[in-house]
């Protein structure tokens, strides 16, 4: 753009002007390649954070995990929203003390910088192993997580749940946890998938599905039908258990009736067998006896498989009730064992990859500025070195802001 100055040449002409031109852009080459680089980097990441808004706020009511769900700590966030504004602080007093041609306290605001940006790294490691640590992670065909308790997370949970107890077994290690597995296999998996099948009811399915949900990693979304069911569900098998009492007590009479008639004809066979010359009416009654212990056998036999299915139901109901009365249903049983099973986190996968990737990428370009300050803190950062430590802030201010949108995204709603 031209710049106009007075020439101090005398002229006949009143008010002279001469042009003069400035070759490029006002601006260093170099924070011109810096702002094309930031504009690429701008719509990069407004990509990514449009995206997330869409399928965050584009989700139905309730079908997003919160951060309680996920595990955020929002006073952890906080705490690193505050590390990342405190570095651009230095990185601006670093570049005030090189323009003073103050090499040494620009390289110590420099440095701090750095720390501080470490320390975003080392919080954001933390609170990945936490993800990791309760399984929420993207992971290929898919993590331990599911969208909804269904048949299908009730299929992976047995699937699970046999496999696990057989490793363990195999490598004889873990003995008591081994048991938790084998009482949660029993009394919860398989009693859930027992319930369901004995009934055609939607909403009894729906109901024992998440009473199983809930007592395994405690997602409030199914606290209230879970505490509904499991009070229906314990006042009925009391009422069961009560019946089959009831019932055991006459097969057991029955049964010791039915030993000691064929106690009789036994003693009755062996008598008729000391004869040695039997008479008709002994041949006949000892064929009588002989067909009325076949018959009394087969009785006993009935009676016994009766019993043991009304003790194997006793025995069911019975470790349903002690299980539920062991293991409170406030305290999830992943949280208090840590058995890894699988558990039902709506929109759980799709919020883990989304949360990945952001933080990822954000993390990624944190990593390249503590690069860039660790290659810069070993040049002399007097006034001719202030330009590259204001082009290295520019980069590292849009990484403080890209952090500002994304920390209330993720952590507050």
């Not at 601006?92 to 110590?108: D, F, M, P, R, W």
């Not at 087969?298 to 003790?311: F, G, P």
């Not at 890894?340 to 990428?361: H, I, R």
Request: net charge neutral; glycine share 6%.
């Amino acid at each position: 753009m031209p710049d106009l100055k007075e020439t101090d040449e005398p002229s006949t002409r009143k008010d002279h002007f001469q042009l003069e031109y400035q070759p490029g852009l006002p601006i260093p080459n170099g924070k011109l390649c810096v702002w094309l680089f930031l504009s690429t980097e701008i719509m990069f990441f407004s990509a990514l954070i449009g995206s997330y808004i869409v399928l965050r706020f584009g989700a139905p009511s309730g079908s997003w995990p919160t951060p309680h769900d996920v595990h955020l700590v929002e006073w952890i966030g906080a705490i690193n929203t505050f590390v990342l504004i405190c570095s651009s602080f230095t990185i601006v007093l670093s570049i005030e003390a090189a323009k003073q041609n103050k090499s040494g306290t620009a390289k110590k605001w420099l440095f701090l910088t750095f720390l501080l940006g470490a320390v975003f790294l080392g919080v954001k490691a933390y609170e990945y192993n936490s993800k990791f640590s309760y399984g929420i992670y993207p992971r290929a065909p898919r993590s331990r997580m599911y969208d909804k308790p269904d048949l299908q997370y009730l299929s992976a949970l047995q699937l699970y749940c046999k496999q696990t107890a057989k490793k363990m077994q195999e490598e004889n290690k873990a003995p008591e946890k081994l048991v938790i597995l084998k009482e949660v296999q029993t009394h919860l998996v398989d009693w859930t998938a027992r319930k369901i099948g004995q009934t055609d009811r939607t909403a009894q399915q729906s109901l024992a599905l998440k009473l199983l949900t809930y007592q395994i990693n405690g997602n409030h979304r199914y606290e209230e039908d879970a505490k509904l069911f499991l009070k229906f569900e314990t006042e009925e098998i009391e009422s069961k258990l009560i019946e089959i009492n009831q019932n055991l007590l006459p097969a057991k009479s029955q049964l010791q009736e039915h030993n000691v008639e064929l106690q009789a004809i036994d003693a009755n066979l062996a008598a008729l067998a000391k004869i040695d010359m039997k008479t008709e009416i002994q041949n006949k009654e000892n064929s009588d006896l002989n067909q009325r212990k076949a018959e009394v056998g087969e009785l006993k036999i009935s009676i016994e498989n009766r019993i043991a299915d009304l003790e194997k139901e006793k025995l069911a109901i019975q470790g349903r009730l002690d299980f539920f009365a062991k293991h409170d249903l406030g305290t999830p049983l992943e949280e208090k064992f840590h058995l890894d099973l699988p558990f039902v986190l709506p929109s759980g996968n799709m919020w883990a990859n989304t949360y990945f990737l952001l933080t990822g990428f954000h993390a990624l370009h944190v990593l390249i500025g503590l690069i860039a300050f660790l290659i810069i803190l070993t040049l002399q950062l007097g006034t001719a070195r202030a330009g590259l430590i204001e082009n290295i802030g520019l980069y590292w201010h849009f990484v403080d802001l890209v952090w500002i949108f994304l920390f209330p995204l993720l952590y507050l709603f």
